[in-house]
């Protein structure tokens, strides 16, 4: 098995009293798409700059697989960047954009010519070449930007909020051209995002980020499902939060008591029994039901507090006898006759639903 | 890092070299030459007899008229240039780079010949002369040709541009919609210009003000041309002991130290109202 | 940019500030159309239209004083301004590097020569060039060089560091991402962008020079005539219609200069 592409060690980075980075450590395999997700000021940009070598850690390593021994800086040599709102260079066409990085590699004109051309035929513009930046629209100068970053062959591209810029649906547009060309051309993409879900579709991996620090990293259905921190919880989708006293242990789930309340909770790194936890439960895991028990799961009594309609999906606040709240998502057209205000409902839900978060 | 600040370094150099051997260093003479003594042209010892001469109750005059005239060349070009600012600005965009274009374009021209002209026209016989006689206008209702008020005009005509262009720059900053809020909540025309506008072009209004005032206080081409032989500006009289008949170089170092002395002064109420302003 | 401003009824009611604005323009264009009109003239005075003539424009290319005057002016103009472009260009890329405190500081240093009377930084000069560094009348050029070149430099800070202020520096690590090494990324990068700016400060500079009268009169050798000299010896000694002619042709070039230089300045900033 081949080792990581790319290695971040504990790399920590200050500005005057600041620190912007804390101790990140990150692999990112061969061919991965990679994504560092995080609200603004996480760090995020800062450890994708150290990576293109814009910016020197203050402490740790960023190590390159495979660098051919030579003088020149690995970051030079394969990692290509995609800017945040793209830096095109705004005096030159099109075509000398996607060429700047084979004019400075001096390769031949013909052999440039023709990988330009490639290059503007992948990211289909084709008759775009003599065109400059500011003639083209938003998504178009986006194309050109990856178009530029891709012609001298990098292992590495790394994006900066590629996408920042862009109206949703022409986004969402962008999100799966990005996705086919990283596949087809097996590339390995870093990429920065704040944007949840942009990452949740388009990664292979996610590294979600807080404060400088690394929260978790993990597939796009571990960070959704299973959780390990309270911001990660927090960060993607809704949660509802409870917290509550590890009461007793079973095989492979655990009894938690909340105000009263017994939750099980499937996990498989039990905490001690008399820990105190955090459970994290998705809104729109939570079923209603007619039944007052059903095996393996959990099921509560509740009164309807308020129902929100939003689109495809209905939102209820259900009020529970201890005094708790939770919300539930229900599809629109599935939700119980005569739901309103003060009906008494039934609550169910997985075991496996609930994400067991050390508080 | 190093060798980074070395970089910038050997980028400023250069320049900052050029400026401090020929300017800060020759201002920082003139110093020392106010305290030298007069002679061929001047011999380096220590004595305030051109300060003696320069503070002289004689000389009196000559620095309130040009106090004077300077405060007065700022207040007209205030008043003549705010309404043209704000005349440009509530022009079509285009019509408001010709405008504007027109208004700068006097400042290119060459100052000698514009004031020339200006002498030409005042005279007795030409076409504004002839007027301002018919009008009666003037020290004694025979014209301004030759005395200090033509000097003043000249003034206002060729630093108008340098009142109207930061007026006309903070005028085009300001959101218009500012104004329709404030008449909507009932103000009169006169409390949104009080209220409104005047707090936000202050800043234009002080800059434009400042620029005039310095240009005015060192003016020495102006009533050089324009104000005849019997008043004399600070800028004539400093001019007139280097390349004139006077011949006293500690003399004129020392009034222009009281020169920039003036202008001091003036940046220094300028910085003081510019932060009391942003606070 | 601002949409058009709102009618709105003013303290200032609108045919009076159309009035003002009228008023205004016909006293800055009435002595310019008076030396444009009368170098037509072929009246010795400048009272009295003497029927159409040119031949003011014409005594002048045969005129050899202003023929050398136009030669030293031209000198000195393109001497200095190519020096201050050097130096003011260079200055405006280290400024750029500095923390913005400092950036204050050096940006005031370079603001004082323009905001300094001229006639204080004439003396000034004049003492120190003859009487401390003892350059003599023979060196006038030299002085005159270091005068303007002065000037020059200050200006061309202003306008190269105004535009770098608007310079994406992320352009920079966009081209050392690509291979690009320091002095690559500054010729195909960060220099084609600021040209306009380059170019725009050296006319400016130019025109300043052409049109210099006081420090050019303290720091000149006997002889050494500039046109602003020349037309200034004229005014007050023998004036001719000849320098309405002359100052008309001067106004063109200032004009043609300042408007090339806004041109060149806009120009660039659409291309950025």
């Known amino acids: ?359 | 890092m190093n060798s980074s600040r070395l970089r910038t370094s050997a980028l400023l150099s250069p320049a900052l070299l050029w400026l401090a051997i020929f300017f800060l260093v020759p201002l920082a003479l003139v110093v020392g030459v106010s305290f030298a003594t007069r002679g061929q042209p001047f011999t380096w010892d220590f004595t305030t007899k051109a300060w003696e001469a320069a503070l002289a109750e004689a000389k009196l005059p000559i620095y309130l008229r040009t106090l004077w005239f300077s405060l007065g060349a700022t207040a007209v070009c205030l008043l003549l240039g705010f309404p043209v600012a704000w005349f440009i600005v509530r022009r079509s965009p285009r019509a408001r780079q010709v405008l504007y274009a027109l208004v700068l374009i006097p400042l290119v021209a060459n100052s000698l010949v514009l004031v020339y002209a200006w002498k030409t026209l005042l005279a007795n016989d030409a076409l504004v002369g002839e007027w301002l006689i018919k009008l009666g206008i003037g020290p004694d209702g025979n014209g301004i040709y030759n005395t200090r008020w033509s000097s003043l005009l000249g003034m206002v005509y060729y630093y108008l541009p340098f009142m109207v262009y930061p007026i006309y720059t903070s005028l085009e900053k300001m959101d218009w919609r500012l104004l329709e809020a404030a008449a909507d909540l009932g103000a009169s025309s006169a409390r949104q210009f009080w209220h409104v506008v005047l707090p936000l072009v202050w800043p234009g209004v002080a800059t434009g003000s400042i620029l005039v005032f310095i240009q005015s206080v060192g003016t020495f081409v102006i009533p050089d041309i324009l104000a005849g032989n019997k008043d004399l500006f600070m800028g004539k009289m400093i001019n007139d002991q280097f390349l004139g008949s006077a011949r006293n170089w500690p003399l004129g170092a020392a009034m222009s130290l009281i020169v920039m002395g003036a202008i001091s002064v003036a940046l220094v109420i300028y910085f003081k109202l510019q932060s009391r302003i942003e606070k | 940019m601002i949409a058009t401003a709102p009618t709105s009824r003013f303290p200032i009611g609108k045919s009076l500030l159309w009035l003002h604005g009228l008023v205004t323009y016909a006293f800055l264009y009435l002595p310019i159309a008076l030396l444009v009109f009368y170098s037509f003239s072929a009246s010795e005075f400048n009272t009295v239209w003497g029927g159409f003539t040119s031949h003011w424009y014409a005594d002048l290319t045969a005129n050899e004083d202003k023929l050398l005057a136009l030669k030293n002016s031209l000198t000195i103009g393109f001497s200095s301004t190519l020096l201050g472009a050097i130096l003011g260009t260079t200055a405006a890329l280290g400024h750029a590097r500095l923390t913005a405190g400092k950036r204050r500081l050096i940006e005031v240093l370079f603001l004082l020569p323009i905001m300094v009377p001229d006639i204080v930084m004439a003396l000034a000069l004049k003492i120190y060039l003859d009487r401390v560094l003892h350059l003599t009348a023979d060196d006038g050029m030299v002085k005159l060089l270091i005068a303007h070149g002065l000037l020059a430099m200050c200006y061309v800070f202003m306008v190269v560091s105004t535009r770098l202020r608007g310079f994406d520096w992320r352009l920079m690590e966009a081209a050392a991402d690509l291979g690009a090494n320091r002095w690559q990324a500054f010729r195909h990068v960060q220099l084609p962008l600021l040209w306009p700016g380059v170019v725009g400060g050296m006319l400016l500079a130019f025109a300043i020079s052409l049109d210099e009268y006081v420090i050019t009169s303290f720091l000149r050798g006997p002889g050494q005539n500039t046109l602003p000299i020349s037309i200034a010896a004229d005014i007050k000694h023998t004036p001719k219609p000849e320098i309405n002619a002359l100052a008309t042709l001067m106004l063109l070039s200032s004009v043609v200069l300042a408007l090339a230089s806004a041109l060149v300045q806009r120009k660039g900033k659409a291309t950025s």
């Not at chain 1, 504990?10 to 980075?21: D, E, H, P």
């Not at chain 1, 293109?52 to 740790?60: K, L, R």
């Not at chain 1, 028990?293 to 259900?318: A, K, M, P, Y």
């Open chain 1, 1 to 359: 098995m081949e080792g990581p592409l790319v290695g971040v060690h504990n790399v920590t980075k200050r500005y005057g009293s600041q620190l912007v980075v804390d101790g990140v450590s990150l692999d990112i395999k061969r061919g991965e798409f990679f994504s560092l997700l995080g609200s603004s000021g996480c760090g995020k940009s800062t450890t994708l700059r150290m990576i293109a070598g814009f910016e020197t850690p203050d402490a740790g390593e960023i190590r390159f697989a495979n660098v051919n021994p030579s003088k020149v800086p690995a970051y030079v040599q394969q990692v290509n960047m995609v800017f945040q709102n793209y830096a095109l260079f705004p005096h030159m066409t099109v075509t000398q954009n996607v060429g700047f990085g084979l004019k400075m590699e001096r390769v031949a004109a013909s052999e440039s010519k023709r990988r330009v051309a490639e290059m503007l035929e992948l990211v289909q513009l084709g008759n775009f070449g003599d065109r400059l930046p500011r003639q083209l629209s938003g998504g178009q100068q986006q194309r050109v930007a990856l178009a530029r970053a891709l012609a001298t062959k990098p292992q590495v591209v790394l994006l900066d909020e590629p996408l920042g810029a862009l109206d949703l649906k022409l986004r969402k547009e962008m999100q799966r051209e990005l996705k086919h060309i990283q596949e087809s051309l097996g590339l390995t993409f870093i990429y920065v995002t704040h944007d949840q879900e942009e990452a949740l579709t388009m990664s292979d991996r996610i590294c979600v980020m807080n404060r400088g620090r690394v929260e978790q990293v993990g597939t796009p259905e571990e960070i959704y499902h299973r959780p390990q921190s309270k911001f990660v919880a927090d960060f993607i989708g809704e949660s509802n939060f409870l917290t509550g006293t590890v009461t007793a242990h079973h095989a492979g789930h655990v009894s938690v008591n909340v105000a009263g309340l017994t939750i099980q909770a499937q996990t498989n790194q039990p905490p001690p029994a008399g820990a105190e936890v955090v459970l994290a439960i998705r809104p729109e895991r939570i079923n209603f039901t007619q039944e007052t028990s059903l095996l393996g799961q959990n099921v509560v009594q509740g009164e309807i507090h308020r129902s929100v309609f939003c689109g495809s999906d209905r939102i209820f606040h259900v009020n529970l006898p201890n005094g708790l709240s939770l919300q539930v998502r229900e599809q629109s057209d599935n939700t119980p006759e005569g739901a309103s205000r003060g009906t008494s409902v039934g609550l169910t839900w997985p075991m496996d639903a609930v994400a067991v978060i050390a508080a």
